[in-house]
């Protein structure tokens, strides 16, 4: 019985190393094509996340309001790339977790400036925040990324006197109407 023994170099499997470096470069350039593009998604998602939140926010307020017959207030603050919320409980007694005592609902939101706001918005027992004597305007708040440079990264929320809610996308440093 003969054994034969192979050392050829071509028949072994493998990768030289020149081809290593070849994918790894080409995987390189692939990366750095696609990051703008996910850095951008990631600000786009984080504008609609704070979006969303202040909406649903201000939706649970004005319903909270309506069931329980009472005025029912939302706090905001603002302070350079951060703002807070969050709705009062009429009868104090809400034990929220993540929230101070007294709170319905609070959230702590980070990179996004908001502008254009009153301290507090009341909705009243009928779901309003004017009554029909007062000044029959829209409450409009304006959400922005710190770093804001796309056409999805400003927000536009308009709270009508009627309590109805709604919400836009802006260029940004845009004031135009949705």
């Known amino acids: 019985m003969k054994i034969k023994h192979i050392s050829n170099a071509r028949n072994a499997s493998g990768f030289t190393l020149l081809e290593l470096i070849i994918v790894l470069a080409v995987m ?33 307020a004005r319903s909270e309001a309506i069931r329980r017959n009472t005025s029912v207030e939302v706090h905001l603050s603002a302070s350079g790339t951060e703002w807070d919320a969050y709705i009062d409980d009429p009868d104090n ?13 609070c959230s702590e939101n980070d990179r ?31 959400l922005e990324h710190e770093s804001c440079n796309g056409a999805n990264q400003r927000r536009r929320i308009d709270i009508m006197p009627t309590g109805q809610i709604s919400s836009c996308s802006l260029a940004c440093g845009s004031t135009a109407g949705c």
């Open 28 to 60: 390189a350039i692939l990366v750095s094509w696609g990051f703008p593009s996910l850095t951008e998604s990631m600000k786009n998602n984080r504008m609609i996340a704070q979006n969303n939140e202040m909406v649903a926010m201000l939706q649970y």
């Open 93 to 105: 007694m809400a034990d929220v977790e993540g929230c101070a005592l007294g709170q319905l609902r």
């Open 112 to 142: 996004v400036t908001m502008t254009g706001s009153p301290a507090i918005i009341t909705f009243n027992n009928r779901g309003y925040i004017r009554d029909f004597g007062e000044a029959w305007t829209p409450e409009t708040l304006y």
